[in-house]
């Protein structure tokens, strides 16, 4: 099974600040790597998937990276309804799995 | 605008068989080249994807709830299920419904389901 780990947990920023969170795969997965946004009470939100490529109607302060094993999600602006839960998950197996999530709260 | 909606009992005893259905509107469940998924997340918890399933009869399982789950596609309801049986409170969480291709991109709402005597 492909594992996910992800950094950090859980992050604390201002409206203005880049954030980048770290996703990897404990084997190679090519960029068969998503990333999902959740709100609480709320289901997740596809945001980026294929490692880079971002969803329609997602703004563009939201960017993708990398192959292989490493990935990186990155909010160049964070903006009030950026805080939540985001989640990467990996389709390289047909047993998809996430990783354990990474909390961006208001500092 | 393809939308999912599950439903199913919000309160299951231990050691008994739970079951959902997600009812799918603005699409069909018949359409070649997507699964039909089921996740969940336990309360205050991470994604736990559970199966998928093929309308042709495909189906994925996680290999860590494979002996428990039976997944089904129903195209004459354009609906599919989820059945996970001799639960405990493990399994106590919200379930979600979705379509899934190399991505899970629809979503249904999402069900809580407890695992209670």
């Known amino acids: 099974d492909i594992q996910m780990t992800q950094s950090p947990t859980s992050l604390s920023a201002s409206v203005g600040d880049r954030v980048t969170i770290t996703c990897r795969a404990s084997h190679h997965i090519s960029t068969y790597l998503n990333w999902y946004q959740q709100k609480p009470g709320k289901a997740p939100k596809l945001l980026v998937s294929?490692?880079?490529s971002l969803q329609s109607g997602v703004p563009s302060r939201f960017s993708g990276s990398g192959s292989g094993t490493d990935f990186t999600l990155t909010i160049s602006s964070l903006q009030p309804e950026d805080f939540a839960t985001y989640y990467c998950?990996?389709?390289?197996?047909?047993?998809?799995?996430f990783g354990p999530g990474t909390k961006v709260d208001i500092k | 605008q393809l939308q999912l909606q599950e439903s199913g009992p919000g309160l299951v005893k231990p050691s008994e068989t739970l079951s959902l259905t997600c009812s799918v509107s603005?699409?069909?469940?018949?359409?070649?080249?997507?699964?039909w998924g089921w996740i969940r997340q336990p309360p205050g918890k991470g994604l736990e994807w559970i199966a998928s399933m093929s309308y042709s009869g495909i189906t994925y399982y996680n290999r860590s709830l494979k002996s428990r789950v039976t997944i089904s596609v129903d195209t004459s309801k354009n609906q599919f299920s989820l059945m996970l049986n001799s639960v405990t409170a493990a399994d106590t969480a919200v379930y979600y419904c979705a379509r899934q291709q190399l991505v899970l991109d629809y979503w249904g709402q999402g069900t809580l389901v407890t695992v209670s005597s």
């Open positions: 998950q990996q389709s390289y197996s047909t047993f998809f799995t």
């Open positions: 603005g699409g069909s469940v018949g359409s070649s080249g997507y699964y």
């Open positions: 294929g490692a880079s």
